[in-house]
């Protein structure tokens, strides 16, 4: 079944804590993206991929780090969270790199809720 | 940078009614795709508008992109218990990487 596996689903963690959010897809996606979702701010992408090796920062990305060594793996890295990194989580691929052609849409994860006392 | 604002925020309407949900862009799109989320889980693409002008129909939710391609909305007719969610429009800008930038949402209630 195509498909982007976030895990996990849920975390609780400590301020200064590092923790690793995993991201997996299967369809050979070439791009890669993680957004974040609070109450009224929608969804604010973090940090992008359009391929192997190719990383870019989106709207928020202070805090974050992310990796893209394979095409199917984009892992979202929180070096040392803090409380206002509390948030719902999202993965999210499409086939391209990003050009959105007609009908090309993203294809989201599961989410991860992450909780940072 | 792009911003994308969308409301109402919240809105709760008695099933059988209408409900629409409006998007607006600072800057011209290239296209405009929405999404809906449902209570609990993750985006799912409904549709993608291009044109300008451009009027698209899913059943009973109608989709309409400017005729300026900054603003988009969508209404669903007669709303039913399963249309309750958040709705997203996402807005890509022109050019080689055409960068989306969601807007903040409408969560849909529908009381029965």
């Known amino acids: 079944e195509a498909q982007v596996t976030q895990n996990p689903r849920y975390l609780i963690t400590v301020t200064g804590k590092k923790l690793t959010v995993t991201c997996s897809q299967n369809?050979?996606?070439?791009?890669m993206s993680w957004y974040r979702q609070d109450p009224g701010l929608g969804l604010r992408q973090i940090y992008y991929s359009m391929n192997v090796e190719v990383t870019d920062k989106g709207d928020v990305p202070e805090g974050y780090k992310v990796s893209r060594k394979e095409k199917r793996n984009f892992p979202l890295i929180l070096e040392s969270p803090s409380p206002n990194q509390t948030s719902l989580y999202f993965c999210?691929?499409?086939?391209?790199?990003?050009?959105?052609?007609?009908?090309?849409?993203?294809?989201f994860g599961s989410g991860t809720q992450l909780s940072v006392l | 940078g792009q911003q994308v604002m969308q409301i109402p925020q919240y809105q709760h309407v008695q099933e059988g009614e209408d409900f629409t949900t409006y998007c607006n862009s600072s800057t011209t799109l290239s296209n405009i795709q929405w999404y809906k989320q449902r209570p609990g889980g993750h985006p799912v693409f409904l549709i993608q508008?291009?044109?300008?002008?451009e009027v698209k129909k899913q059943k009973r939710l109608t989709f309409q992109f400017g005729e300026a391609k900054k603003n988009s909305s969508l209404h669903i007719t007669a709303t039913q218990t399963t249309d309750v969610g958040t709705y997203f429009c996402?807005?890509?800008?022109?050019?080689?990487?055409?960068?989306?930038?969601f807007g903040t949402g409408t969560k849909l209630q529908v009381i029965p």
């Open positions: 996402a807005g890509a800008q022109s050019g080689g990487y055409q960068k989306v930038t």
């Open positions: 369809m050979n996606h070439e791009y």
């Open positions: 508008l291009v044109k300008s002008g």
């Open positions: 999210a691929s499409t086939p391209s790199g990003g050009t959105f052609a007609t009908n090309e849409k993203l294809f």
